[in-house]
Structures are given as C-alpha cells and as structure tokens.
C-alpha cells in the first residue's frame, strides 16, 4: 500500500506541500495501515525544479494526476480530500450519523477555506506585511471553530472523524505561526492536547517516522525549513 | 415551511444546489441577497440560528447548513442522489474535488486576474488540460458516478456552463461532454425550469470581478 505524496530521500525532506499530505499521514498511522511514505523533493532556489514530480506525473496511471496520491494495488486515487474520506469509509470515521456526516461536510469545507487562507499568507512575497493583518482577524475564525465544537469531544460530536486529522493538523500550524494564537479558546487547546493523547498518533509523533517540519515547500515565505 | 436557499443573485456557488432542488421537484424558497449591497444580508447573518454564518445557507426547520458543498451533500443524501456503493463514492468524492479546483480556477481568473491574454492562456493550459482529464474519466458513463445521476452531475454541469460563457466552443473537442450537458439539460424538471423566466443565465460572478458580471462578459454565448 502506498501513499504517496513523497519520497524520502537522505537527510533534508522538503515536500510540495507537506499541508495536504500530514492529515493523510496521521489518519494512516491512526488506522494502523501500513504505508510507504513517497516523497518528492524540489530544488534549490532561484528555480525549485520540480521535474523529479513531473518526470512521474503521467506514468503512474492516475485519471487526475496530482500530488498527494494514494496507490493501493488497482485503486489509485488523487485529491486530499477524496484519499481521506475513502481511508475514513474503511474505519468508520466518516461521521456515524446523519447529524454527524452534516458536521464533518461543514467542517472539510471550512477547514479547506481556513487553510486557503493560511496558504496565501505563506507564500505570499509580502509574508512579513501581511502576518499582522492575519493574526488580528484570526481570532474571529477560532472563535467559530470554538463555538462550534462546544464541548464536544471531537467535531463531528461524540465521534472522531477524519475532519479531525485535518483539523488537528492546521490549528497545529498556527500555533507555530502564533503560538499563544489559542489562549482565548481553551476548548480548542484541549482539543489538540486531546487529539495528540490518542494512543497512535501519540506513538507515531515520537518516532522517526514523524515529520513535523516543514510545512511549507521551499518557495514559501514561512514554514520551508 | 418549505426550506428557503439564501445566496446573492449571481449565480455563484448556489445553482448546483438550485438545480438539484428544481430537479427533485420539492418546494424550496430562494431567498435573494441584491448583491449591490451588504446591507440586507448583514441583517440577516447573526439572526438565522446559522452556527458558521455565510452564504449561501440553506435553512430547513432546524437543519441550518452553510457551505455550498455540504449543502448539496446533504441534500444528494436526502433525495437519492449520493453514491450507493464504493467504486460511486470513489468517483464522486474525486470528481467534487477535481471540478472544485475547476471553479476556483475560473473564479480566480474572473476576479483577479482577467485579460484577453490571461483568458488565452487558460484556455490552452488550465481548462483544457481539466477537460482532458474530466472527459477521459466520464468515457462512456452516462454520469459521473457511472449509470446513477448524483449530486456531482450538478457540479459538473454548472462548471462546464460557465465555461461554455468564456468560450463557447471549448467543449468542440469532447463529444461525450457536450453529450453530458444535453443528457442533463433534457431531465424534465431541469429544462422546464431552463425554459422559464425563472432561471437567471447570467451574471455568474459578483459585481467585484472583472469578468462574469458585466454583460459584456455574456455576449460570446448569447450575442443578444
């Protein structure tokens, strides 16, 4: 089974967006699926080639050739969200109930529309100017997010679904953008701490396996290294 | 109460869900925000019980949903139109991403970047290697998923006829496209209400954009 997104090469792993992949990533190593990790790396700056991808894009057999890719024997499928959701049918993390798949659609797309958001600040050439504007209207966003988990234990509900990997994944960053960025939301906090307790993922962030750098590629203005 | 649909007047992300609406034949209001200003929507955007406030929205009794995709989610549950099996769910999940980065392409080249060489440029690179893939992974299917129509039709068919407004002829190269788009269009309640004056063509986009609002961006497809 492969998931692919990159390959590993020696020491220094810089991947197209590690964003995209990580979700995908924590919910294979919650599930205890075996994987292989595939890593693309592009070079140096001034022009970050990129060929070691496109030299592969259309060999591989993908209907939609994209990064991050998900090959498992005859299936292959490409698009973050369409690999996580087919990964979450297998386990059943993809909200028990009506109520719950409602939450967890909500959430995919918000999630989408908040790391859009974050992703244009990253690497945007105008990175430093712009972070001040982002950081005072981030609060608005938490807060959304806060009152729609509740006191919850997990977005959809009672349930952990895989919006959570995702979720997880991008409060995460901006915790490094903006470390104190969730001292207003203790839910919010305790919904991290909480998700980094769950026995798998707990054993997988302290080992080797575990890639919590970069975030971004290298043409990003912020979270390349 | 028939469940009311909220969203500007543009087309914009509500008519996929519009269309399945009018396809499945329930009742349903569409409450229309003018988009010439914020006003009347800002009224409205804390008082609705909406837990994410934004539009569209979709209200139907206690069931109050935002984002567009979650909406028409929830109503291809509803209504029969969701994949049934695994290889379905497979396709449709993709395909909704794939159309997705599609109309966000389109959106931003009609409010950020438009010009006659942008438009050129998106023609041969963007759209047409996004038709290639689209029309080579529908083959033959009748539909996205294969034989059963779902919520991912409306998708496709919004996105392929917004298109058809920045070229008319861009679907010349893909017979089974053009196919799709007439297959869908000949649904009975869909060309009843593409036949009424209850169907509004055009603008697409918001009065912000460069393209997509303005008649001038129409006159391609519809010279009058």
Redesign the interface.
């Known amino acids: 089974m492969r998931s692919g997104c990159e390959k590993i090469t020696a020491s220094n792993v810089h991947t197209f967006i590690v964003q995209l992949a990580q979700p995908i990533r924590l919910l294979l190593e919650y599930t205890g699926t075996e994987y292989e990790d595939k890593q693309y790396e592009c070079g140096p700056p001034p022009d970050y080639d990129k060929s070691c991808w496109f030299g592969e894009k259309h060999t591989l057999k993908l ?3 994209n990064l991050p890719y998900y090959v498992d024997g005859d ?1 292959k ?6 690999i996580m ?2 990964i979450a ?1 297998k386990h059943g993390l993809d909200g028990k109930t ?1 109520t719950e ?2 939450r967890v ?2 959430m ?3 999630a989408m529309d908040f790391r859009n958001r974050l992703v244009r600040l990253c690497y945007n050439p105008d990175f430093e100017k712009l972070k001040s504007d982002y950081l005072q209207q981030l609060p608005q966003y938490l807060e ?1 997010f806060s ?2 988990l509740g006191d919850r234990p997990w977005f959809a509900g009672e349930n952990l679904s895989f919006v959570d990997f995702i979720m997880y994944e991008l409060l995460d960053q901006h915790t490094i953008l903006a470390p104190t960025c969730l001292k207003d939301f203790p839910n919010l906090e305790k919904y991290l701490n909480q998700f980094k307790a769950l026995a798998k993922i707990k054993e997988y962030m302290a080992s080797d396996r575990f890639m919590d750098r970069p975030l971004n590629n290298k043409t990003a203005k912020f979270g390349n290294a | 109460m028939a469940p009311v649909i909220g969203y500007w007047r543009p087309r914009g992300l509500l008519h996929p869900i519009r269309m399945l609406l009018v396809h499945t034949g329930v009742d349903f209001e569409d409450k229309v925000y003018p988009e010439t200003s914020r006003d009347e929507w800002l009224k409205d955007k804390e008082s609705l019980g909406l837990p994410m406030p934004n539009l569209p929205y979709y209200i139907d009794g206690d069931c109050k949903l935002t984002q567009s995709l979650a909406i028409i989610r929830y109503l291809a549950r509803k209504h029969g139109l969701a994949g049934t099996n695994e290889e379905e769910l497979i396709r449709t999940d993709l395909v909704e991403c794939q159309v997705q980065d599609l109309r966000l392409a389109l959106i931003k080249l009609g409010y950020h970047e438009y010009s006659e060489e942008a438009r050129e440029k998106y023609l041969k690179e963007t759209l047409a290697n996004h038709l290639k893939l689209l029309s080579g992974y529908l083959g033959d299917h009748p539909w996205v998923a294969g034989n059963k129509m779902t919520y991912v039709d409306f998708l496709l068919h919004d996105t392929l006829d917004w298109h058809l407004f920045l070229d008319p002829t861009c679907l010349d190269g893909y017979q089974n496209l053009k196919d799709f788009l007439a297959r869908f269009e000949s649904q009975p309640n869909i060309k009843a209400f593409m036949e009424s004056e209850k169907f509004l063509k055009w603008p697409i986009f918001g009065p912000m954009s460069k393209w997509g609002y303005d008649d001038a961006g129409s006159k391609l497809r519809f010279p009058d």
Do not use: G, H
């Not at chain 1, 499928?77 to 369409?82: G, M, P, Y």
């Open positions: 209907d939609f050739p299936l499928i490409t698009q973050s969200n369409a959701r087919y049918r009506e798949k409602v659609d909500i995919e797309n918000e959304q009152k729609f």
